[in-house]
Nanobody
């Protein structure tokens, strides 16, 4: 089992920045990737960004150049730096940890971009 604890959501004005963090604990040695999905009510969950165990990263086209995902292996934590936020970035953001046969999810953190 993997436990994920998220932090850092909140309310920010358009053009502002937020930083999300996700701390993993438990059986983490065989995690293949970690990252963030987001989901609005009535919509499918979509991948925002992820970092693979080898260090490579992927981003949704909508956030490229604005969001940066990074990992801190010593703290078993990943971070998502979100800059130049737009109202359409408003969603609940979920941290995930992926193994070969299992995926684990955090509880979700609300990000609201509004003036």
């Amino acid at each position: 089992q993997v436990q994920l604890v998220e932090s850092g959501g909140g309310l920010v004005q358009p053009g502002g920045s937020l930083r999300l963090s996700c701390a993993a604990s438990g059986s983490i040695s065989d995690i293949r990737s970690m990252g963030w999905y987001r989901q609005a009510p009535g919509k499918q969950r979509e991948l925002v960004a992820r970092v693979m165990s080898g260090g490579s990263t992927d981003y949704a086209d909508s956030v490229k150049g604005r969001f940066t995902i990074s990992g801190d292996n010593a703290k078993n934590t990943i971070n998502l730096q979100m800059d130049s936020l737009k109202p359409e970035d408003t969603d609940v953001y979920y941290c995930y940890a992926g193994k070969i046969l299992s995926t684990y999810w955090g509880q979700g953190t609300q990000v609201t971009v509004s003036s």
